[in-house]
């Protein structure tokens, strides 16, 4: 069993900054992509930003320049730095992980959500 538990959403005020962490534990060999997906209520879930385990970084145009997608392998963490934040960011944010078994095979787990909201 894997846990993937999000912290670091809150409310802030346009242009501030907000550091989300997720982290994973479990009895898993290893983790490959990590990244961080956001759901406005309305719309559906979109993607944020992705890393890699070598450290390839892929981010959505709107967030490119304001939002790092930053991970430490030795603690199963993935962090989101979020500057100059926008109305229009708010929603929950949600960390998914891919993680490898020691048999090999690979599974996708999600964390519960954290709510991020930024006012005007």
């Known amino acids: 069993q894997v846990q993937v538990v999000e912290s670091g959403g809150g409310l802030v005020q346009a242009g501030g900054s907000l550091r989300l962490s997720c982290a994973a534990s479990g009895s898993i060999f290893s983790i490959n992509a990590m990244g961080w997906y956001r759901q406005a209520p309305g719309k559906q879930r979109e993607l944020v930003a992705t890393i890699t385990s070598g450290g390839s970084r892929n981010y959505r145009d709107s967030v490119k320049g304001r939002f790092t997608i930053s991970r430490d392998n030795a603690k199963n963490t993935v962090y989101l730095q979020m500057n100059s934040l926008k109305p229009e960011d708010t929603a929950v944010y949600y960390c998914?992980?891919?993680?490898?078994?020691?048999?090999?095979?690979?599974?996708?787990?999600w964390g519960q959500g954290t709510q991020v909201t930024v006012s005007s």
């Open positions: 998914k992980v891919s993680c490898v078994w020691y048999s090999g095979g690979t599974d996708e787990y």
